[in-house]
């Protein structure tokens, strides 16, 4: 069994702990989040010096040390950090870092879609038993709850895989947590293992990891040191 430490952040910080985070980002991540509207420059600050702190403090480094290398597709992983590995995602006030040892790893958390929305993107881009799944409930909220908890397992997928979002649409991913995709199809080769995270309010997580065997996520809050 392999286990995933999941850590739960939230992006709404004071302003004096943003600037502490700034200070940890390399110039590139500073270049990135510079060009960015004020609202978003905080959250990607907020979310790049947490993932700085969550890896350094896994890997016993400062948190200005780990360096980014980039997949075909752009999936970060940690340079010369051995077998860790590593992925994030954010949505609003919302962001999930992953952290896995030996396994590629992919997380996805995503904000409630709009019911009219989430059932015409699930008829165009799912399967047809996960779209019928998607448009069964008759109430419009469960509707939108279950397309983007179907979104994120596919998204979590992906960036597992280090694949693109389209490689995705045909491989079926539902059914209860956890999940073992068995046919990853254009995605990759081999299985993979998929569990659902619970985040409060409006929010859906996933999280996969790559080969079949089961998976244990520790789930944890991060708090500003």
């Not at 080769?189 to 409060?200: E, N």
Request: glycine letters at 10%; proline letters at 8%.
């Amino acid at each position: 069994m392999t286990a995933i430490d999941l850590w739960l952040i939230d992006t709404r910080q004071p302003a004096d702990s943003i600037a502490e985070l700034w200070r940890l980002l390399d110039p590139d991540e500073r270049a990135r989040a510079s060009r960015a509207d004020p609202g978003l420059r905080e959250r990607f600050t907020v979310v790049r010096g947490a993932v700085r702190q969550l890896v350094a403090a896994r890997l016993g480094v400062h948190p200005t040390e780990p360096v980014w290398r980039y997949g075909p597709n752009g999936k970060p992983e940690p340079a010369g950090a051995g077998g860790l590995r590593v992925s994030w995602s954010a949505s609003g006030e919302v962001a999930v870092l992953a952290l896995a040892e030996g396994r590629a790893v992919g997380v996805d958390v995503e904000r409630l879609h709009e019911p009219r929305t989430a059932e015409r993107m699930a008829a165009r881009w799912f399967p047809f038993e996960e779209a019928r799944f998607v448009a069964e409930p008759v109430d419009p909220a469960e509707r939108a709850a279950r397309f983007t908890m179907l979104w994120c397992r596919r998204e979590a997928c992906v960036k597992a895989y280090g694949g693109r979002l389209a490689q995705s649409f045909g491989v079926p991913v539902a059914g209860s947590s956890p999940v073992l995709v068995a046919d990853p199809g254009g995605l990759g080769a081999g299985p993979s293992r998929l569990c659902d995270v619970p985040v409060a309010g409006p929010f859906r997580a996933a999280v996969a990891v790559l080969g079949e065997s089961s998976i244990h996520v520790n789930v944890r809050e991060w708090n500003r040191t």
